[in-house]
């Protein structure tokens, strides 16, 4: 896990977030919040962690996309009095005793805690094998540019608020949640071999889903749930509903 560390300051901080993410940055008195900016379509464009701190808000997301996502924040910015910049702190997370200091993950509580200060990295969990178990989507992997939150499970890991009012891309996740039943979601599946990630998945050589993450002889796949009949494969792998 490579994550970056910004910190959102100024007096409109709250204001210029609330109406862009997915999630309710009001929540942000009561502790952090999970949300993702999406595009006008309503299609994923990161995640990330919000977390109060003293005047500031720190933005917590993975590295890999974290450029790209600052500068389109700060496209909306506008005259907003809101600057975001890099942080000197780091994150470790963990699932056991949380030290001093530590704030519980908001997405699961499987996920544990997370620790900002001097020191990166991890405790040494088995995070692939905790995600698979708990249906929790990664950046970059179960999270790409085709994918809608509600598909990933964003209701669940609490990421989305369908009270907040306007955000961008809110019109057709709304859509999705109210006015029409999800056709694909993220599912856990039995996996005998193994295939890589980003593997096509087929039912009686139709095109039912992707393979993503796999651990224990189980994995991570986006299906078709109208395509679910018969036996699947991904490559050399076969897959089984549990």
């Known amino acids: 896990m490579m994550r970056k560390i910004f910190e959102i300051t100024g007096t409109d901080r709250e ?15 009561e502790g952090p919040v999970y949300a993702a900016l999406l595009t006008p379509q309503g299609k994923y464009l990161a995640d990330f962690l919000l977390v109060p701190r003293g005047e500031a808000i ?5 590295e890999g996309i974290a450029e790209a996502t600052v500068k389109r924040l700060m496209m909306y910015r506008l005259r907003a009095d809101v600057q975001i910049a890099p942080s000197a702190l780091q994150v470790f997370r963990g699932t056991g005793a949380a030290p001093e200091g ?36 990664e ?10 939150i509600l598909e990933a499970g964003f209701e669940r890991l609490h990421g ?44 009686e050589g139709k095109p039912v889903g992707t393979l993503f993450t796999q651990s224990g002889g189980r994995a991570l796949a986006q299906l078709r749930f109208d395509r679910l009949e018969g036996p699947l494969n991904a490559g050399a792998a076969r897959l089984f509903a549990e």
């Open 160 to 203: 989305v608020d369908f009270r907040k009012g306007c955000y961008v891309g809110q019109e057709v996740t709304a859509r999705m949640k109210h006015k029409t039943e999800l056709r694909k979601g993220l599912m856990r599946l039995r996996i005998e071999g193994s295939a890589a990630v980003g593997t096509p998945i087929e039912a």
């Open 139 to 148: 950046t970059g992997i179960e999270l790409t540019p085709e994918t809608y």
């Open 15 to 29: 204001h210029f977030l609330q109406g862009l993410v997915s999630n309710d940055v009001r929540h942000l008195s």
């Open 102 to 137: 530590a704030i519980a993950d908001p997405r699961d509580p499987a996920l544990g805690w997370r620790l900002y200060g001097e020191a990166s990295g991890d405790d040494g969990s088995d995070w692939d094998a905790i995600r698979v178990a708990h249906l929790i989507p």
């Open 58 to 62: 720190l933005l917590d997301i993975d």
